[in-house]
């Protein structure tokens, strides 16, 4: 099969390479490029949204620990007006005698026990402690001089006293709240309750919650973590930490700055500090990172943060942002080897169309050409219906030609037969004539060898009309006939041209049996040895040579003679009818061309040569009818 070449013409190699090579320069690299930025949006977006969840989830965090906070600071507020009512301590105010001073201690330390609060003092107005519910320690506040405490201050003069500082005498950090006690609108003295808040930092620690309150100065005042207490979360001055080391109130500690190594203010309140590894405060190598939400606290200058880690997070972010980067990659390994299979699908079934349509065009092909093979088999059966018809009419007008040829064979032989009949039928009445003379003399040896020659004169006669009617018979185109005979059937019929004549024949052909009609054959012969012998009319030394041989399955009989030849110009004529050079009524110019037709009719054939040692030598070949050649006669 011929497909179309256009079909599958390659594309350049130019066009065909550079895309190809550009593919696998870039591809890769910008593969990579996009999994790392579509990595890092995947990270930055887990991230954001992560934040954005845990500071709502911190919101709700930081309002339940900001009031757990406010809750513990609220329920002491009032416990120091309370000592208002105490009629006692206005006693001890108003007369100092060691006999009220000791109701009065007594009377605090049972509140204090009770209130579960860290200490609980009662200060006259030049904040000298008068009473206090620790008197019976060593370290007890009895006596001392806390005029330069803030609170009493404040308390004094009519404010609410609020107070977070490192307690002077112990050491101790503690919240202290002050008021001042009034008696006919007149301030006679202080009451302070003092709380420690740690109990709160001891359960941050176990609800593992990183949380700290800073004060009005900015200074870490609860911890979670201890190593952030008594830090600054905003920068100080050296004139604040000067005048706050005066004040005593975080007694002597450096009060540092809590340094975040990036603060980033995501929102009021919200902001993402990020603490340096080698910092103190993180145990491990990495920076931490934290979400920190700031609440005011209610009824105090306080604020709570709530500090949220976010390394969870970040390797969640970072996670998500690998996962995604994989998947990209994924995705566009299975693009890649979806568009690499689309490809060689595409190939495929271009090729397969290509296949289709060549087929298709074979097939078109293969219908026009059986189309034009059936028209011109139609014309064909209609020329071979035609040839049939030629040929049958003209084996019909060759019958009827051969039939001419015999009869007017026979009316050109009719004077030798004529004279060939003749001679015996005078010499037979001669002889008969002697015979009846011979016998009325009662000579019957001599009549009876003159009725043996006339018997033998008529034989001979016989013989010759019966060669006549056989060779004047319609023959068959089918049939064997037997060389040897059919010669001696033509030479008999020239017989007396031979005998006249001083004529030398050569037989060297061999009694095989060929493929035609024995009659027909005869007919052939008695054309070509007539033929020889008109040639050589004039040959002083009349030679006729008949030479066979096998030749392909044929045996060729060559009829030579050394009469006159043929010359050039009716060289060219020999075999059409009626063409002859003989004068007047001794030639039709039938002979070669019935002959040439009998011996085509069986597949033989009758050809011509002209030796050069002169004469001519016509060939007859026929079929043989058993390809063995037979004895040489
Ligand atoms: P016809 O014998 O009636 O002329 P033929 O067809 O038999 O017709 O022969 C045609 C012619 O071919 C003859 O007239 C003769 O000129 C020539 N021819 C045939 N045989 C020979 C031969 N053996 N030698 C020379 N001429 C021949």
């Given at each position: 099969?011929?497909?179309?070449?256009?079909?599958?013409?390659?594309?350049?190699?130019?066009?065909?390479?550079?895309?190809?090579?550009?593919?696998?320069?870039?591809?890769?690299?910008?593969?990579?490029?996009?999994?790392?930025?579509?990595?890092?949006?995947?990270?930055?977006?887990?991230?954001?949204?992560?934040?954005?969840?845990?500071?709502?989830?911190?919101?709700?965090?930081?309002?339940?620990?900001?009031?757990?906070?406010?809750?513990?600071?609220?329920?002491?507020?009032?416990?120091?007006?309370?000592?208002?009512?105490?009629?006692?301590?206005?006693?001890?105010?108003?007369?100092?005698?060691?006999?009220?001073?000791?109701?009065?201690?007594?009377?605090?330390?049972?509140?204090?026990?009770?209130?579960?609060?860290?200490?609980?003092?009662?200060?006259?107005?030049?904040?000298?402690?008068?009473?206090?519910?620790?008197?019976?320690?060593?370290?007890?506040?009895?006596?001392?001089?806390?005029?330069?405490?803030?609170?009493?201050?404040?308390?004094?003069?009519?404010?609410?006293?609020?107070?977070?500082?490192i307690?002077?005498?112990?050491?101790?950090?503690?919240?202290?709240?002050?008021?001042?006690?009034?008696?006919?609108?007149?301030?006679?003295?202080?009451?302070?309750?003092?709380?420690?808040?740690?109990?709160?930092?001891?359960?941050?620690?176990?609800?593992?919650?990183?949380?700290?309150?800073?004060?009005?100065?900015?200074i870490?005042?609860?911890?979670?973590?201890?190593?952030?207490r008594l830090k600054?979360?905003?920068?100080?001055?050296?004139?604040?930490?000067?005048?706050l080391a005066?004040?005593?109130?975080y007694y002597w500690f450096p009060l540092n700055?809590?340094?975040?190594?990036?603060?980033?203010?995501?929102?009021?309140?919200?902001?993402?500090?990020?603490?340096?590894?080698?910092?103190?405060?993180?145990?491990?190598?990495?920076?931490?990172?934290?979400?920190?939400?700031?609440?005011?606290?209610?009824?105090?200058?306080?604020?709570?943060?709530?500090?949220?880690?976010?390394?969870?997070?970040?390797?969640?972010?970072?996670?998500?942002?690998?996962?995604?980067?994989?998947?990209?990659?994924?995705?566009?390994?299975?693009?890649?080897?979806?568009?690499?299979?689309?490809?060689?699908?595409?190939?495929?079934?271009?090729?397969?169309?290509?296949?289709?349509?060549?087929?298709?065009?074979?097939?078109?092909?293969?219908?026009?050409?059986?189309?034009?093979?059936?028209?011109?088999?139609?014309?064909?059966?209609?020329?071979?219906?035609?040839?049939?018809?030629?040929?049958?009419?003209?084996?019909?007008?060759?019958?009827?030609?051969?039939?001419?040829?015999?009869?007017?064979?026979?009316?050109?032989?009719?004077?030798?037969?004529?004279?060939?009949?003749?001679?015996?039928?005078?010499?037979?009445?001669?002889?008969?004539?002697?015979?009846?003379?011979?016998?009325?003399?009662?000579?019957?040896?001599?009549?009876?060898?003159?009725?043996?020659?006339?018997?033998?004169?008529?034989?001979?006669?016989?013989?010759?009309?019966?060669?006549?009617?056989?060779?004047?018979?319609?023959?068959?185109?089918?049939?064997?006939?037997?060389?040897?005979?059919?010669?001696?059937?033509?030479?008999?019929?020239?017989?007396?041209?031979?005998?006249?004549?001083?004529?030398?024949?050569?037989?060297?052909?061999?009694?095989?049996?060929?493929?035609?009609?024995?009659?027909?054959?005869?007919?052939?012969?008695?054309?070509?040895?007539?033929?020889?012998?008109?040639?050589?009319?004039?040959?002083?030394?009349?030679?006729?040579?008949?030479?066979?041989?096998?030749?392909?399955?044929?045996?060729?009989?060559?009829?030579?003679?050394?009469?006159?030849?043929?010359?050039?110009?009716?060289?060219?004529?020999?075999?059409?009818?009626?063409?002859?050079?003989?004068?007047?009524?001794?030639?039709?110019?039938?002979?070669?061309?019935?002959?040439?037709?009998?011996?085509?009719?069986?597949?033989?054939?009758?050809?011509?040569?002209?030796?050069?040692?002169?004469?001519?030598?016509?060939?007859?070949?026929?079929?043989?009818?058993?390809?063995?050649?037979?004895?040489?006669?």
């Amino acid at each position: 099969m011929k497909c179309d070449p256009n079909l599958y013409r390659a594309a350049s190699p130019s066009l065909a390479v550079k895309p190809r090579l550009v593919r696998h320069l870039f591809l890769p690299p910008l593969i990579i490029a996009m999994m790392i930025g579509l990595g890092y949006i995947g990270f930055w977006i887990s991230e954001h949204y992560g934040i954005r969840n845990l500071g709502e989830n911190g919101q709700r965090q930081l309002e339940l620990h900001a009031r757990a906070v406010e809750s513990e600071i609220s329920k002491y507020t009032y416990l120091p007006s309370l000592l208002e009512l105490e009629t006692s301590v206005s006693q001890l105010l108003a007369d100092p005698t060691p006999e009220h001073r000791q109701t009065v201690n007594d009377y605090l330390e049972g509140l204090n026990r009770r209130s579960r609060s860290r200490a609980i003092y009662v200060m006259d107005t030049t904040g000298r402690v008068m009473a206090t519910s620790n008197w019976r320690d060593v370290d007890s506040y009895l006596g001392e001089d806390l005029s330069f405490r803030a609170y009493f201050q404040n308390a004094v003069r009519g404010q609410p006293g609020r107070f977070y500082g490192i307690g002077s005498t112990n050491g101790e950090p503690g919240y202290y709240l002050a008021h001042g006690l009034e008696e006919h609108g007149k301030i006679i003295g202080v009451a302070v309750v003092k709380v420690r808040l740690e109990a709160m930092e001891e359960r941050w620690q176990r609800a593992r919650l990183e949380a700290f309150v800073s004060d009005e100065n900015g200074i870490i005042i609860l911890s979670s973590d201890p190593a952030r207490r008594l830090k600054s979360v905003v920068p100080l001055s050296e004139e604040t930490k000067e005048k706050l080391a005066r004040s005593l109130q975080y007694y002597w500690f450096p009060l540092n700055e809590l340094q975040p190594l990036a603060r980033e203010t995501l929102s009021e309140g919200v902001e993402k500090l990020t603490f340096p590894a080698n910092s103190e405060l993180v145990s491990d190598d990495e920076n931490i990172s934290y979400l920190s939400q700031t609440r005011p606290l209610s009824d105090t200058p306080w604020n709570f943060t709530l500090l949220t880690p976010l390394q969870d997070l970040r390797r969640e972010a970072i996670n998500q942002g690998i996962l995604v980067a994989v998947a990209f990659a994924l995705c566009a390994f299975l693009l890649i080897a979806w568009n690499e299979r689309r490809k060689v699908i595409a190939t495929r079934l271009a090729a397969r169309e290509a296949l289709q349509e060549a087929n298709n065009q074979l097939e078109r092909r293969i219908t026009e050409r059986t189309t034009d093979l059936r028209a011109s088999n139609e014309r064909l059966k209609g020329q071979i219906r035609e040839r049939r018809q030629a040929e049958e009419t003209l084996r019909r007008a060759q019958d009827e030609l051969v039939q001419a040829g015999k009869l007017a064979a026979i009316g050109q032989m009719s004077t030798s037969i004529a004279h060939e009949l003749n001679q015996p039928l005078a010499a037979l009445r001669t002889l008969s004539g002697n015979t009846v003379r011979f016998l009325e003399r009662g000579q019957l040896d001599v009549a009876s060898t003159n009725l043996k020659t006339i018997n033998e004169l008529i034989d001979r006669m016989g013989r010759i009309t019966a060669s006549l009617r056989s060779f004047a018979r319609r023959g068959d185109d089918k049939g064997q006939a037997c060389l040897g005979k059919a010669v001696d059937a033509a030479l008999q019929l020239h017989g007396a041209r031979v005998e006249n004549t001083p004529l030398q024949l050569h037989r060297h052909f061999d009694a095989v049996q060929v493929q035609i009609d024995q009659t027909r054959l005869e007919q052939i012969l008695v054309n070509l040895i007539g033929n020889a012998l008109d040639a050589m009319q004039a040959q002083p030394l009349p030679e006729l040579w008949l030479e066979g041989e096998t030749f392909d399955g044929k045996y060729r009989l060559r009829v030579r003679d050394n009469g006159h030849g043929i010359d050039a110009e009716a060289r060219k004529h020999l075999f059409e009818p009626f063409f002859t050079t003989k004068p007047g009524e001794q030639g039709l110019g039938l002979g070669l061309t019935l002959s040439a037709s009998l011996a085509a009719a069986t597949g033989g054939h009758l050809g011509v040569e002209h030796p050069a040692s002169g004469g001519t030598a016509f060939v007859l070949s026929l079929p043989l009818v058993s390809p063995t050649p037979a004895e040489p006669i």
